[in-house]
């Protein structure tokens, strides 16, 4: 069943938009299918889930970290996560590249931006994103590296308000990569994306779509963060 929806929705993707294969509370035999299916990047929202996972599983999976990271658990994931999607406060950056420094990495990391309409979602807002940038203490970080942009859309059911935010976020990734990563090809990833809403992404720019529910079906009911 997963390994048959890893297949067809991968056929369906354009070749530039990146399946990750969002594992959070799912088993690690649910995993597993969908190795035996060729996926090999999968995304995790828990630190002490994805440290689990990363220690059972085989090793050539890439983990990307999507969820909200607190500064106290990032040491925890810094020796092999391959991608954080959700940073959002250049405090946050700082901490990580201390971490990605004492194991000998650097980190690919993504600006998280809120763009939706709940209170409740994590991000910088467009301004906060430039005034950070702006500020370039984040080009002193030689253990953390920018690579692009994650946002989630308002969970509404509105097709047009979804494709309009998708759609800010995606000329602001223009204006960022103008301003400040005109010369960085390593900027190029924008995540935006799920099970409900990823074609609409893809139409508005999307480079890596964060799936869930739409491989492995419904998630168990939510575990206590550790
Ligand atoms: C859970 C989660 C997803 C996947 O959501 P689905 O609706 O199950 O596809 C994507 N992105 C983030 C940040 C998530 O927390």
């Known amino acids: 069943m997963i390994a048959e929806k890893i297949r067809k929705i991968k056929a369906a ?20 299918e969908a190795y035996a299916a060729g996926q ?20 050539d999976i890439q983990w990307h970290f999507i969820g909200h990271l607190q500064k106290n658990k990032i040491k925890y994931i810094a020796p092999f996560v391959a991608m954080i999607h959700s940073v959002d406060s ?9 971490h990605a420094a004492k194991v000998g990495r650097v980190i690919p990391c993504l600006l998280q931006i809120h763009v939706a309409k709940e209170e409740t ?21 030689p253990f953390v590296h920018i690579e692009g942009l994650m946002c989630m ?9 979804i494709a309009m935010e ?11 990569k103008a301003e400040f990563f005109k010369d960085d090809n390593d900027f190029r990833h924008r995540s935006w994306g ?10 508005n720019g999307s480079t890596m779509v964060r799936l869930g529910t739409c491989i492995f079906g419904n998630r ?5 963060t550790v």
Not at 17 to 27: E, F, G, N, R, W
């Open 166 to 176: 998708f759609s800010e976020v995606n000329n602001f990734f223009k204006e960022v």
């Open 13 to 32: 993707l354009p070749e530039a938009v990146t399946l990750i294969a969002v594992s959070k509370y799912h088993p690690n035999e649910d995993v597993m």
């Open 194 to 203: 799920m099970s409900h809403d990823y074609s609409i992404a893809i139409q």
């Open 90 to 98: 250049l405090e946050l950056l700082q901490e990580i590249n201390k």
């Open 40 to 59: 090999r990047i999968f995304g995790e929202n828990i630190v002490q889930e994805m440290r689990q996972k990363q220690q059972d599983l085989p090793k």
């Open 121 to 141: 979602k994590f991000g910088f807002t467009f301004e906060e994103c430039r005034e950070m940038l702006r500020g370039n203490s984040w080009r002193d970080l």
């Open 153 to 161: 859309a308002s969970n509404v059911t509105d097709e047009e308000q």
């Open 220 to 224: 168990p009911k939510k575990k206590e």
